[in-house]
């Protein structure tokens, strides 16, 4: 899993690629040329965290 942070509405995505279209799941934003951060440990469970509570995956 790779995840990438939207620069327009500040929220994460998430997707199991990193490769091919990647559009903001929320803003609609091409994030495809943004740079993916790889998923670790702790982003797994990071639902804890208030701030990725509302996180979307990104759907292929
Ligand atoms: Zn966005």
Redesign the pocket.
Known sequence: MVKKH?P????Y?YSSNEHGKWL?P????N?TSYHAMPLDERDREGAKLPRWSNLTLVKR
């Open positions: 939207c327009k509405c500040g929220n995505s903001c929320t803003c609609g934003e994030l």
